[in-house]
């Protein structure tokens, strides 16, 4: 598969170039990938943009037991067959297709897949960065990746310079609220204000305890409120929908179950 070689390579040469990314931004010291006030710097090398037909989103590489998969929304494949489905991925300036099976979470509502490949290929040689579900405090600081409106022509991102290798904007928010109504649906809410594109990107909290960053969550969107209009002095609700400032997202958790239940080693 032409794709691994390719795409493995890129993450190689970013590896190469991740110091001259994080010395100047993460303050010179590799250390700084578990300091709390700043991303952990290879989550940029970890995340990707995707695209489905005329949709973008976002999707991040994970390890979990032995393996690498692709994590992304599970809106940006619901009209994709489960097995030997193709999406693509934007590397060396050009979207290339990706073949793989798509691993759906227990409860259809959680808008979260993984991605399975074939051949259990090395998709990133960088540090992985540890899986578990949330167990911040509400108020908790996040950080979350993603490519916002990649679609058009190559949307906001970091782009270095050495390179012109594409790199996902990060944005910070806070863990407002934990539904935990569906155990099978953990729905998180966040002060995050995410833009279209961020779909599918993965959310990281500081564990104070383990002294580590993880990916908590996945990234669903935002959710929407009817803006307003001014009419003689009245405020009028409008059919336009706006973002609301509040980011959803679905626990991680739910898709390592996925990954188990394909496999039916939990």
């Known amino acids: 598969?032409?794709?691994?070689?390719?795409?493995?390579?890129?993450?190689?040469?970013?590896?190469?170039?991740?110091?001259?990314?994080?010395?100047?931004?993460?303050?010179?010291?590799?250390?700084?990938?578990?300091?709390?006030?700043?991303?952990?710097?290879?989550?940029?090398?970890?995340?990707?943009?995707?695209?489905?037909?005329?949709?973008?989103?976002?999707?991040?590489?994970?390890?979990?037991?032995?393996?690498?998969?692709?994590?992304?929304?599970?809106?940006?494949?619901?009209?994709?067959?489960?097995?030997?489905?193709?999406?693509?991925?934007?590397?060396?300036?050009?979207?290339?297709?990706?073949?793989?099976?798509?691993?759906?979470?227990?409860?259809?509502?959680?808008?979260?897949v993984a991605l399975r490949f074939e051949k259990p290929e090395k998709l990133s040689l960088d540090p992985a960065v540890e899986l578990s579900p949330p167990a911040q405090a509400i108020g908790s600081a996040v950080f979350f990746f993603g490519f916002p409106n990649f679609g058009r022509e190559v949307g906001l991102h970091t782009t270095l310079a050495k390179t012109g290798q594409h790199l996902p904007m990060v944005k910070r928010g806070i863990l407002s609220a934990s539904d935990w109504i569906d155990k099978d649906a953990n729905l998180l809410y966040f002060d995050a204000f995410n833009n279209k594109g961020f779909s599918g990107g993965p959310i990281v909290a500081f564990d104070a305890t383990k002294k580590k960053w993880q990916i908590v969550a996945v990234v669903s969107g935002y959710l929407p409120e009817a803006s307003q209009v001014l009419l003689q002095g009245h405020a009028i609700d409008s059919r336009d929908l706006v973002n609301s400032g509040v980011m959803i997202g679905y626990s991680i958790r739910h898709v390592l179950d996925a990954i188990d239940a394909s496999t039916g080693k939990p």
Request: proline fraction near 7%; charged fraction near 20%.
């Open 1 to 112: 598969m032409e794709i691994f070689t390719s795409w493995h390579g890129k993450f190689v040469s970013l590896l190469t170039i991740a110091i001259a990314l994080a010395a100047p931004t993460y303050g010179q010291q590799p250390a700084a990938a578990e300091d709390p006030t700043l991303p952990p710097p290879y989550m940029f090398l970890r995340t990707v943009p995707v695209r489905v037909g005329q949709e973008y989103g976002t999707a991040f590489v994970i390890d979990y037991k032995e393996r690498q998969y692709l994590v992304t929304a599970k809106h940006l494949v619901k009209n994709l067959p489960s097995k030997d489905a193709t999406i693509q991925l934007f590397e060396d300036f050009q979207w290339t297709d990706l073949r793989a099976d798509i691993l759906n979470c227990k409860n259809s509502e959680v808008d979260a």
